[in-house]
């Protein structure tokens, strides 16, 4: 008979031997210390350290406003939704949030998931049911999520080299003129933090004649003037037809959500089986984010402080010779090249320093390219830089990775 054990002891070998077997950090948050945390050892003890790879970006996951909000909803509404969206589970929170989000990006309504994820997977592969024929150009750099929706969905597909116009213009002229076409893409690429060139992007999609599809996951509640993300600060939001965004990074809860005109969001309510065969968020849940996107719109001075902790780290970095990558975004990059090394550094940088820098490793990024990816927030303060950087230069020298001269 089939040996199914040692089928899924070989599988867990193979990631091993590649020298990417995922070990997850056991944290206690904290509330009120972001970004400091608890983490349990595998012998259970406990040691204090410093989360430097959060994706809850300004710390919302535990600013009182959240949280406060959350335990009132709790208290009001009680803790599950009771149902789908069909049935029973659309709470007022939700249908609040969903115009809030609709108003934050300049849309006609706004649709929530369970998360980012399912929002892309869900969306993308429906786009096709409503769309046939649809072909979708895809940035060669996008996400897990977007990925599986343009796959699931089965249609004619055509991967550009990453935030490469030439080539994307180049793949459009060859379609056939009067098919639909879908441009997605991400505006910040949260592994290099680089930023795509939207307007160029929207240029492209209005002579082709492709509608554009924006995943602003890394930079929604942290970019433009009042938060909604790169096409807002780049004044586009009226430009791209789909935005699909997370409730769960810089937001500080969990969900997902598409913003676009009335007609699109109602499609896609009415066909995406993601959306329809799933029970609502919590209501705290969707109260909470409703209360974080409130506070990020009249929040700007988050924003400013977020990016001046980017721009110190990645200046210190580099005056230590520290190899961080080049990245316009809040994401501070540091090149090590392979999988063994950057798992010792942040070992070390964990057990010896209580510093947390996940390794980033394929197949999030190419082979060879492996990194750090630190993500300092507004509240990681001058003191916590200090040690990142001594502990890094330690480190760098101990285990002889190459370093980069000291930029000007
Ligand atoms: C994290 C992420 C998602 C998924 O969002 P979740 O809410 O975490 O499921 C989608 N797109 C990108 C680019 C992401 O990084």
């Known amino acids: ?32 210390r972001f970004p400091r945390a608890v983490r349990r050892r595998e012998d259970g003890t406990e040691q204090d350290v410093v989360v430097w790879c959060s994706n809850d970006y300004l710390g919302m996951g535990q600013h009182p ?28 929170s939700a249908v609040d949030l969903e115009a809030e989000l609709a108003d934050w990006h300049q849309k006609e309504a706004a649709l929530l998931f369970t998360s980012g994820y399912v929002a892309n997977e869900a969306t993308l592969a429906t ?41 994307l213009e180049g793949l459009l002229a060859a379609a056939p003129a009067g098919a639909p076409k879908l441009i997605a893409f991400e505006s910040v690429y949260s592994m290099d933090g680089d930023i795509a ?15 554009t599809y924006l995943d602003e996951v890394h930079a929604v509640g942290l970019y433009g003037p009042r938060g909604a993300g790169v096409a807002e600060r780049d004044g586009v939001l009226d430009q791209i037809d789909i935005i699909e965004c997370t409730l769960g990074k810089a937001i500080g809860v969990m969900g997902g959500y598409i913003a676009a005109d009335a007609v699109i969001v ?26 974080s996107v409130r506070h990020l719109k009249a929040h700007p001075e988050l924003r ?64 060879g390219t492996e990194r750090l990816r630190f993500t300092p927030s507004p509240d990681h303060d001058d003191g916590m830089m200090d040690e990142l950087v001594r502990a890094m230069d330690k480190l760098w020298t101990h285990c002889n990775v190459a370093r980069r001269p000291a930029a000007a």
């Open 127 to 167: 786009l096709q049911k409503i769309l046939p024929g649809l072909i979708i150009f895809s940035d060669a750099l996008n996400h897990a999520s977007m990925i599986a929706g343009i796959r699931h969905g089965g249609c004619e597909r055509h991967v550009f080299r990453h935030n490469d116009l030439e080539h």
């Open 197 to 211: 060139d939207l307007k160029g992007t929207i240029a492209l999609a209005h002579k082709y004649g492709a509608m």
């Open 65 to 92: 406003v959240v949280t406060e909000a959350m335990q009132a909803e709790i208290e009001a509404a009680g803790a599950g939704a009771g149902g789908t969206r069909n049935i029973s589970g659309t709470t007022r």
């Open 1 to 32: 008979m089939f040996d199914y054990k040692s089928a899924f002891e070989r599988s867990i070998e193979q990631v091993r031997v590649e020298g990417r077997y995922r070990v997850f950090a056991d944290l206690k948050r904290v509330r009120g």
């Open 304 to 367: 400013d402080r977020h990016q001046e902790r980017a721009r110190t780290l990645k200046a210190r970095f580099a005056a230590a010779g520290i190899p961080v990558m080049p990245s316009e975004s809040h994401i501070v990059p540091v090149f090590v090249g392979d999988p063994v090394h950057a798992k010792m550094i942040s070992d070390m940088l964990l057990d010896e320093h209580g510093i947390y820098v996940q390794p980033i490793n394929y197949p999030t990024v190419p082979k």
């Open 266 to 291: 109602d499609a896609i309510r009415s066909w995406a089986s993601g959306f329809i065969f799933t029970t609502s968020l919590p209501p705290a849940l969707t109260a909470g984010a409703l209360a």
